[in-house]
């Protein structure tokens, strides 16, 4: 699977299929965001920037990163 990018034009969030290890702390932290019953999964116009990157430094397999 190829990495995905999602942009709102301030931040880019990355997701790494490989590495996803469907724990669901992006789901509980912020379910406005990701929602994997919808495509595209990834909706980063449903955060903030500082949300985003505080849920993303919680990601414990590393699937999800920003830049």
Not at 40 to 67: F, H, M, R
């Amino acid at each position: 699977m190829k990495d995905k990018t999602y942009s709102n034009g301030e931040i880019t969030v990355v997701w790494k299929p490989k590495l996803c290890q469907h724990a669901g702390v992006c789901v509980k932290m912020l379910p406005k965001v990701y929602n994997p019953k919808e495509r595209p999964w990834i909706k980063v116009e449903n955060a903030t920037t500082q949300e985003l990157k505080d849920q993303i430094s919680k990601c414990p397999s590393g699937a999800l990163s920003y830049y």
